[in-house]
């Protein structure tokens, strides 16, 4: 069984920044993938970023150039860097893990609201 434990979300005015950590526990294989979903409100899940084991990124068009996500192999965590914050960013934001398993963080709420 993995953990995934979420951090970092909040309330911040548009133009801001926050960083998100999601760190995994447990049976965790030595190759695997993390990544960031949001779920808006009315709207369907969808990616945000993702890193695989050796550390190829992939971002969703509307936040390339202000997201940035890494991870820490070391603590088996994952950041997500989110710079020059917009109201349409509001969402919650999932953390998610691939190895032969999907699995999902609890979520936490990034609301982008002067």
């Known amino acids: 069984q993995v953990q995934l434990v979420e951090s970092g979300g909040g309330l911040v005015q548009p133009g801001g920044s926050l960083r998100l950590s999601c760190a995994a526990s447990?049976?965790?294989?030595?190759?695997?993938?993390m990544g960031w979903y949001r779920q808006r409100q009315g709207k369907q899940r969808e990616l945000v970023a993702q890193?695989?084991?050796?550390?190829?990124?992939t971002y969703a068009d509307s936040v390339k150039g202000r997201f940035t996500i890494s991870r820490d192999n070391a603590k088996n965590t994952v950041y997500l860097q989110m710079n020059t914050l917009k109201p349409e960013d509001t969402a919650v934001y999932y953390c998610?893990?691939?190895?032969?398993?999907?699995?999902w963080g609890q979520g936490t709420q990034v609301t982008v609201s002067s």
């Open positions: 998610n893990y691939k190895d032969y398993r999907n699995l």
């Open positions: 447990g049976s965790i294989t030595s190759i695997y993938a």
């Open positions: 890193i695989t084991a050796v550390g190829l990124t």
